[in-house]
């Protein structure tokens, strides 16, 4: 295995652009190092991205979005003083991956790159409206956060890119976001189910909703229907059940050790319910 | 296949080792660095029995490369003594009996001191979150729980 | 064993908290567990292991790996002993052992050995491991104990059987086993309600966070040194000398600091690969486990079938009993299944009652003990049974306990008649504790369970040796698996008149002491406790002796006080007492060293009983199940160390917890282990869990000489049952399969499905 610590993100996917066999990028290494040492995947290339400047930066916009590092770890969300009043359920989804431990080293990046569809920080990051600078060999472009995962531990990165930045939309007025997950512990587990949820209100109504699921299908999954059937509610009974029955719907799990088809589907409606109102009290502020 | 010269800083002594790319700090730490206190429990992050602090934060040492160390500092349950003194958490363990067989301690007290680092009254919800981490198949964490809230609370007090 | 003086009052030491003797290498990282150990010139070792569950192995290459750069060994069945052979049942142990050490023809579960290298690092090892090609014919497998009785199920091993395993049943039921008494139809037909229930439970792991880890060195020569993590040395010099056809005594065994056991570690695993490898080799080698080794291919628990059937009189008494226990232990005999039938009614003193046992073999690792093993299974489904009765009757769960509760002199369910047991005194104790009288709040539940565990002594030697300065040093063999160095020591100073800092507790290696049997059974503290005050008695009588020799009296004359020899009788004479320093000071002018011995097979382990008490919330919409109260009241007999026996209590309690809502061996349709990591293999978390009130009873053991019971077991066997009755009575739905899943629970509940 060959290691490798570029100084810039050009360098980088001009590594991973001419590197044979398997490629990984290092930035918390809390999913690259579990995966070596199980024997599951042996780079041949691993590109350590923590020498290049800036990758441990939270930098506020002008415009009021925020722009992160792709090696800024979820103990660096946690603890900066104004990105959870922006996104508190984005930095609590983060905060609920692995121990305090993990916290000192997992990044968003790694979580969305990693590709799992249960991945805690990602349902959000769909809710929010995220998106990514990718490098490549033919520069930076900007992509949608939904665009990334392909499926189970696969991304539509093409060889030689990687994500460089992630950019969060402006908080704006009304706002409020949260991310609910089920796990059989208090800790330590993968989502059985998560849900993340980001809305608008004007008054105490929703005007606007972006819902997400994970670990329900192939990929983390945006449900529009979700989010429709809360839009122009004051979030009453009947807007909650209707979210409850779009977020099951939306459901195409497998059975697994983690959960059976049908807890998954039952509990995808639960969580959109309990996440939604935390969504909503946040956004009434 | 060539390895890699590091420089590192570990409880507080300038440390240089040559490691494979594959070696992950804790191979470091154990086989190369004859620092065994930090123990592998799973080799997966899950467990926290080789927990360790690098630029003060809280690391498996199983999750970190040996290269990554290259300009950090490291510490280890080796340094939580100071010369002939335990520190605080060291003797509060002992006295509770916050230990069984004593393979979770080291990560344990390496957490624990980091966490009355950043909190000195942390509520019991919070030491037991912070510890989730830290895996004890022995105790049921009560007298560990026990022994870190009165911990905490003599060095308030001592402060 | 009939004790001639048993003290069990005025103590100086016993009933203390001092610190333990190894508490400052534990807090410092300075103890050595058994990946902690080096030797000049070592090598590691690593084994490859099947990915099938049932498997013909049709060919092992290993050139490519002998051929690969730092590789010095590499080993297969063949460099083991041909001399130990099959025979049925447990008669064949040694080779079930050797077979499960490193397979011969067959893979028989997933992550059974096959073959192993030794090289230069831990990564050549591992690269070459996985460059041994290794051709299998795949054959069918099964790993559920009922699916492995059925006629068709693949046979794991044909002529297994022992003779009493009854006619006609699958070749996988290997042992058989049945006890009881009176007349149970007349006892069901004295009834006013039967209740007959079928439960289910999964393996579990012990769990222990420290893998199995061992350095080993063998010559051509024969002799050999070993270091490892384990629960008796003794034993594992006996099962490596035999596996590699070595003279026992040219094998030396020594115990590391062991990082957690809970009876997974009175078993042999990597110790004879290790050896094999060496002698290969001839150059120590040191293996070492990864956590998905250990969840694979050391022993789970027993998963369990169980048919219990009580009925009960209205006003609480139960008339008649019965279980059938179907206990699958791997792909090897042994599952605890008589443990299981014989602990099943033992809180209960019943006039009828029956109870069956099944070993059954299925394609799994082969089970070792786990904390009282299969104990906690059996509580399960009686103490679910009895709940559900006292339920439907509308009464109380500790009044129809106590109503029909074991005492001295019942007629246990296995046969013999009961000494003086403590399990009345732990549900008075229950009843009587705050917790029981807590108003539960809307949505929780309270489950009471009692639980037994019979207790063990065996074979045990430990050597008292004094020192010149007056202190001592006290050698015991019985690993130290949750603090009973200080124990020990606790015992030794008090039989001496010392004080406790003066004794230095040491586990001896299998050179420096006679045979001592694992530390399992709960028989440290017990059998090794004896043991030590028995040594320290004989040390007493030859430091009385030479008292007597200096003032020239007879030995008779002089007695033991307080750390001093005095004269006592109408004829000792006047003089002042000798404390003990001041004979050993003298002691190699007087008659040489003084050392205390003490060699036998302690049997008088008292049996112990504890009732536990949860309460427990159900999350409706979820199934998911908040542990919020917990209390243990078990009897220790007499409590030596508190702190450490109030921390086997919890520790217990926080296993069964795991155990009863989320700790599992999931098999895929594949047969492979999907969980091999603390991931998915989920044991509690400290934010999982309540603190664990405890109660210590003490009702003095007969058998020891302070009344000591072992206490590390019996803590697991309520918690199954107690946390599955909380959790039935707050859902309101009987739960009768572990783990209690958040799926299971919520489909239970019918919210889905």
């Known amino acids: 295995m060959q290691y490798h610590t570029p100084a810039t993100f050009e360098d980088a996917a001009k590594i991973a652009f001419d590197a044979q066999g398997i490629t990984r990028f290092l930035a918390g290494g809390t999913d690259v190092l579990v995966q070596l040492r199980s024997d599951l995947v042996e780079p041949d290339t691993l590109i350590d991205v923590k020498k290049i400047e800036g990758t441990n930066n939270i930098t506020k916009n002008a415009d009021g979005s925020w722009t992160l590092g792709v090696a800024v770890s979820g103990a660096e969300m946690s603890e900066h003083p104004e990105l959870g009043n922006d996104w508190p359920g984005l930095v609590e989804a983060m905060d609920l991956i692995g121990s305090t431990q993990v916290q000192g080293r997992a990044t968003l990046t790694g979580n969305l790159c990693n590709g799992s569809p249960a991945a805690d920080s990602v349902p959000v990051m769909f809710a929010t409206g995220a998106t990514v600078s990718v490098t490549g060999p033919d520069g930076t472009r900007e992509v949608a956060v939904e665009d990334i995962p392909a499926g189970p531990g696969k991304t539509n990165l093409a060889k030689g890119e990687l994500v460089s930045a992630i950019h969060i939309p402006p ?31 004007d008054g105490d109504t929703i005007t606007e909703a972006r819902i997400a699921l994970g670990a329900v299908a192939p990929t983390v999954v ?5 989010a429709a059937a809360i839009v122009g509610t004051k979030l009453d009974d009947a807007a909650l059940d209707a979210l409850a029955a779009a977020a099951s719907a939306a459901c195409n799990p497998i059975d697994d050790k983690r959960g059976t088809v049908e807890f998954r589907t039952h509990v995808a409606g639960v969580l959109a319910k309990r996440a939604a109102k935390i969504a909503y009290d946040r956004a009434k502020g | 296949m060539s390895k890699i010269h590091v420089t590192t800083t570990i409880n507080d002594d300038e440390v240089e080792f040559l490691c494979d790319p594959r070696e992950s700090l804790l ?28 630029d003060g934060r809280l690391v498996c040492a199983c ?28 003797q509060k363990f002992i006295e509770y009996a916050a230990l069984q067989c004593g393979i979770c301690t080291p990560g344990i007290l390496v957490a624990a001191k980091n966490l009355l680092e950043r909190n000195p009254d942390p509520t019991e919800t919070e030491v037991r979150y912070w510890l989730a981490g830290n895996l004890c198949r022995c105790t049921g964490y009560d007298k560990i729980i026990r022994a870190v809230m009165d911990t905490a609370a003599e060095m308030r007090e001592a402060s | 064993m009939a004790l001639d003086s048993q003290k069990t009052e005025g103590f100086k030491q016993i009933g203390t908290r001092p610190d333990r003797p190894d508490g400052v290498d534990k807090v410092t990282g300075r103890a050595r567990f058994g990946a902690d150990m080096t030797a000049p010139g070592m090598l590691w070792g690593v084994i490859v292991r099947s990915p099938h569950a049932h498997a013909r192995i049709v060919k092992i290459d290993t050139s490519k790996a002998e051929a690969m750069e730092g590789v010095k060994a590499v080993v297969t069945r063949a460099d083991f002993s041909d001399a130990i052979t099959p025979a049925p049942g447990m008669r064949g142990e040694m080779w079930n052992v050797l077979e499960n050490v490193m397979a011969d023809e067959k893979a028989l579960y997933d992550g059974h050995a096959v073959a192993a290298v030794a090289a230069t690092s831990q990564l050549a090892a591992r690269d070459a491991a996985k460059a041994i090609t290794v051709q299998y014919e795949v054959l069918p497998h099964v790993t559920d104990v009922d699916k492995a009785m059925e006629d068709g199920a693949p046979v794991i091993r044909d002529g297994t059987a022992e003779a009493s395993v009854p006619e006609g049943m699958h070749p996988n039921v290997v042992r058989y086993h049945e006890s009881g008494q009176g007349d149970l139809d007349a006892g069901f037909a004295a009834a006013d309600l039967v209740i007959e229930e079928t439960f289910k439970t999964e393996a579990t792991h012990q769990g222990y966070i420290e893998p199995h880890a061992c350095l080993a060195t063998l010559g051509g020569d024969g002799k050999g040194e070993l270091w490892c993590c384990t629960q008796g040395h003794w034993n594992v010099q006996k099962v490596c000398a035999a596996l590699l056809g070595l003279e026992t005594s040219q094998l030396r065994v020594t115990a590391s600091e062991i990082g957690g056991g809970f009876g997974g570690k009175t078993a042999v695993f990597i110790e004879p690969v290790a050896l094999a490898l060496s002698r290969k080799a001839n150059k120590p080698v040191k293996l070492v486990m990864t956590r998905s080794e250990v969840f694979r291919s050391t022993g789970p628990t027993a998963s369990t079938s169980m048919d219990v059937k009580i009925g009960m009189t209205k006003d609480g008494t139960i008339t008649a009993a019965q279980g059938i226990f179907r206990c699958q232990g791997g792909a090897f005999p042994g599952a605890p299944m008589e443990f299981t039938a014989m602990c099943s009614f ?13 070993d059954v073999m299925t394609n799994r690792p082969k089970q070792a003990a786990y904390r009282a093993p299969g104990s906690p299974m059996a509580a399960f489904a009686v103490e679910s049974v009895i709940d559900e ?8 769960p500790i009044d129809t306990r106590l109503k029909n509760a074991s005492r001295e002199g019942t007629q246990a369910n296995f046969g013999p008649k009961w000494d003086r047991i403590g ?29 037994f565990w019979f207790n063990h002594g065996g074979e045990t030697a430990v050597m008292l040796a004094l020192s010149e300065d007056g202190t001592a040093q006290l050698a015991v063999g019985t690993p130290d698996i949750g603090g009973s160095r200080a124990s020990m020591a606790m015992m030794a100073a008090e039989e001496l008149g010392i004080p406790y800092e003066n004794v230095r507790c040491t586990i001896a290696d299998t050179a420096s002491l006679g045979y001592n049997e694992i530390s399992h059974g709960s028989r440290v503290t017990y059998a090794s406790g004896l043991a030590t005050i028995e040594a320290a008695r004989d040390a007493v009588k030859k430091l009385c002796a030479r008292a007597a020799a200096k003032w020239g009296i007879p030995e008779d004359a002089v007695k033991w006080e307080d750390g001093c020899a005095v004269p006592s009788g109408p004829n000792a004479g006047d003089h002042d007492p000798l404390p003990l320093a001041k004979i ?27 009732t536990h008490i949860v309460d427990a919330e159900v999350d409706q919409e979820t199934g998911k199940t908040n542990v919020s109260r917990y209390t243990v009241v078990q009897d220790a007999g007499k409590a030596i160390h508190p702190t450490y026996v109030e921390g086997q209590f919890q520790g217990g309690a926080a296993q069964g917890i795991g155990w009863a809502l989320n700790e599992e061996y999931i098999y895929g349709e594949d047969g492979r282990l999907q969980n091999a990591g603390f991931l998915d293999y989920r044991i509690p978390v400290a934010s999982d869990l309540p603190m664990i009130d405890t109660v210590i009873v003490e009702v003095p053991n007969p058998g020891h000489p302070y009344g000591v019971r072992g206490v590390g077991e019996t803590s697991i066997c309520p918690p199954l049952a107690a946390i599955a009755n909380a959790v039935s009575n707050a859902a309101g739905v009987r739960l009768k399969q572990l783990p209690m899943s958040p799926p299971r629970i919520l489909k239970a509940l019918g919210k889905h499905g």
């Open chain 1, 222 to 226: 945006l449900v529009p229907d979700a």
């Open chain 1, 171 to 201: 908080r704006g007025q009304g706002g409020g976001d949260a991310y609910l997950r089920f796990i059989p512990r208090t800790e330590m587990d993968i989502a059985v189910v998560g849900c993340g949820v980001n809305l608008r209100v």
């Open chain 3, 584 to 610: 050993t000071a003298k002691m190699g002018a007087t008659g040489g060293p003084i050392v205390g011995h003490f060699e036998a097979t302690p049997e008088g382990a008292g049996v112990s009983f504890a």
């Open chain 3, 389 to 396: 009765l006292c339920n439907k009757l509308g009464l109380d």
């Open chain 2, 27 to 54: 191979d470091v730490l154990r086989d190369r660095l004859s620092l065994t206190g930090a123990k592998e429990g799973c080799g997966t992050g899950d467990c926290g029995a080789c927990t360790v602090t690098v």
């Open chain 3, 423 to 451: 399990l009345v005194e732990t549900l008075e104790a229950a009843k009587a504790h705050p917790h029981y009288a807590t108003p539960l709040k809307p949505g929780q539940g309270r489950g009471i369970s009692c639980g």
């Open chain 2, 63 to 90: 999750l970190m490369l040996g290269a990554e160390a290259e300009g950090k500092s490291i510490g280890t349950v080796e340094g939580i003594a100071t010369d002939e003194e335990l520190h605080p958490l060291q």
């Open chain 3, 346 to 358: 033992a809180p209960y003193n019943l006039k009828a009652v029956k109870q069956i046992g099944y």
